[in-house]
């Protein structure tokens, strides 16, 4: 069965604090890692790796895949209120049976 | 990218009853999900909505309980059947386009 796992499940920073998330995956015929943002809607899409150690990047988030570790992390830089939001990680299975298996969501608290 | 618009957006329904969430995109998908994000946790993917033939559903999910249509490349329905408490939840439909996945805004269900 394959199974996602994000640490830590919540985070209370300062604003300006730089922050790690980590997802761990066990998927079979994985594809891609992709990273959410979730507020009171629905998943904002961040990122999609595939490709392993090459980081993408978009503002003060970036983030990293390593295929061999199986993992990924998110990190934010220069945190402020408006990051504050769940961080949802998924990973995609290819062929067949085409899936999207989410972990259980990183609960990221800014604080002024 | 891919705009995807849910209706309801939010429903107060009786116990027993039925209700259909619409799901349409702005442009053609090759694939279209359903989930469920029950309070407090994460994504679960309920079926991949395929188009013109029957729904491909996940353990522990099944069609009397959770038809799904999708007649074209733009456009779904999920229907939740016989409504308990329980299906009290957030139903989310999700699109490829292109190498990434979006969602809809969700659709809030309360069932009294």
């Known amino acids: 069965e394959d199974k996602v796992v994000q640490s830590p499940l919540s985070l209370v920073v300062h604003e300006g604090d730089t922050v790690t998330l980590n997802c761990s995956y066990e998927v079979t015929n994985f594809r891609s890692l992709l990273w959410y943002k979730q507020e009171k809607k629905a998943p904002t899409f961040l990122f999609m790796l595939?490709?392993?150690?090459i980081e993408k990047k978009s503002g003060r988030l970036s983030s990293i895949l390593d295929k061999k570790e199986l993992f990924s992390i998110l990190n934010i830089t220069a945190t402020q209120t408006g990051d504050s939001a769940v961080y949802l990680c998924a990973a995609l299975r290819w062929g067949s049976n085409y899936k999207l298996t989410f972990g259980k969501g990183t609960l990221l608290t800014v604080n002024p | 990218s891919a705009v995807i618009s849910q209706k309801p957006s939010r429903d107060i329904c009786q116990r027993g009853t039925s209700l259909t969430i619409q799901c349409q995109v702005d442009s053609q998908v090759t694939m279209m999900f359903w989930y469920r994000q029950q309070p407090g946790q994460s994504l679960t993917l309920i079926a991949t909505a395929n188009q013109g033939s029957e729904a491909t559903y996940e353990s522990g999910f099944v069609i009397d309980k959770f038809p799904i249509s999708r007649p074209n490349l733009t456009f779904s329905t999920l229907t939740v059947s016989n409504m308990s408490p329980e299906d009290s939840s957030i139903y989310l439909c999700?699109?490829?386009?292109?190498?990434?996945?979006?969602f809809g805004e969700g659709s809030w269900l309360t069932v009294v």
């Open positions: 595939t490709s392993s150690g």
């Open positions: 999700s699109g490829q386009s292109g190498n990434t996945i979006y």
